[in-house]
């Protein structure tokens, strides 16, 4: 060991192992494409029992209690939308049959 040797040289890293996929499957082209190119689908996030997918810039439960509760209120949302358009709908017939009785 020399005696004025640089404390701060530092030293030379041990060359990584190539990462090792599992034998049994076939890496070709087309799976490395699927697998890893720009069409992946939904974010899907799952924490204990609970399961969310990312579409349309929000978080959207999939299972567990809070799913079954979403897809509850968004049925319920297009049948107050339905029923909201069918409202308008009648007050217009009514408005249009009262000019005619009027008139």
Do not use: H
């Amino acid at each position: 060991m020399p005696l004025f040797s640089n404390k701060f040289s530092p030293k030379k890293t041990p060359t990584r192992k190539a990462a090792v996929f599992l034998a049994n499957k076939d890496f070709g082209p087309k799976c490395i494409e699927k697998e890893l190119g720009p069409n992946i689908g939904p974010i899907r996030l799952k924490l204990g029992d609970q399961e969310t997918v990312f579409k349309s810039g929000s978080w959207i439960p999939e299972s567990g209690k809070i799913g079954g509760t979403y897809k509850e209120n968004e049925r319920l949302k297009k049948e107050i939308k339905r029923l909201e358009d069918e409202n308008n709908l009648l007050k217009l017939k009514f408005e249009v049959l009262l000019d005619m009785v009027i008139n």
